[in-house]
């Protein structure tokens, strides 16, 4: 099974702020890595998937970068809305595998 | 507007068996790839198996690889998981999500996602 690895796991940062979020894939993965926010109470919502392409509605101040086994995502300016936690997660086999999620404060 | 509702979730016993179903509308089901994937309380996101579309092949996390089974029934837009043997670790918010395709990765992406169920296994 492919092992997701993100870090932090947690962060606390300020709304304007730069943020960045890393995932690290145990195997070559190319681009086959989604993004995805959860808020509490909530199920995920998918933000961005082959790496870097945002899925319809989302903002543009989330973007995705990486390939092989080393991704970024990066929000420009972090609104007060973004409070949430983020996953990472392979669809490049089965079985489809999360990373451990990034939960970002305000 | 892609709407996806669980329901069949509750409290067993271990040991017991329980159904989930998931009832599709506005896209066309039969033409996507199909997932449940469950989080248990406090904790992160797990995969639990997937369904290619047109009634393909089915694909089953090792947790739960002989215990549960996916199904789908395209005429009546719905996705199902039978589950047997249930444990206490099997307790979660199960999450019926859609694929962006039919089958290979873009089916592996999950783009949209109901609002859960929970399944709680207790003594």
């Known amino acids: 099974d492919i092992q997701m690895t993100q870090s932090p796991s947690a962060l606390s940062a300020s709304v304007g702020d730069r943020v960045t979020i890393t995932c690290r894939a145990s195997?070559?993965?190319?681009?086959?890595l989604n993004w995805y926010q959860q808020k509490p109470g909530k199920a995920p919502e998918l933000l961005i998937y082959v790496a870097s392409t945002l899925q319809s509605g989302v903002p543009s101040r989330f973007s995705g970068s990486g390939s092989g086994t080393d991704f970024t995502l990066t929000i420009s300016s972090l609104q007060p809305e973004d409070f949430a936690t983020y996953y990472c997660?392979?669809?490049?086999?089965?079985?489809?595998?999360f990373g451990g999620g990034t939960k970002v404060e305000i | 507007e892609v709407q996806l509702l669980e329901s069949g979730g509750g409290l067993v016993q271990p040991g017991g068996s329980l159904r989930l179903s998931c009832a599709a509308s506005?896209?066309?089901?039969?033409?996507?790839?199909m997932h449940w994937v469950r989080q248990a309380p406090g904790e992160g996101l797990e995969w639990v198996s997937g369904v290619v579309g047109g009634g393909g092949n089915s694909y089953y996390a090792d947790s739960v690889k002989g215990r549960f089974t996916i199904s789908r029934d395209d005429s009546k837009n719905t996705l199902y998981l039978q589950m047997s043997s249930l444990r206490v670790d099997d307790t979660a918010i199960y999450y019926c999500?859609?694929?962006?395709?039919?089958?290979?990765?873009?089916?592996?992406?999950?783009?949209?996602w109901g609002q859960g169920t929970l399944v709680t296994v207790s003594s």
């Open positions: 999500a859609k694929g962006r395709g039919i089958t290979g990765t873009p089916s592996r992406t999950l783009d949209f």
């Open positions: 195997q070559t993965i190319n681009t086959y």
């Open positions: 997660q392979q669809n490049y086999n089965t079985p489809l595998t």
């Open positions: 506005g896209f066309t089901f039969s033409s996507y790839g």
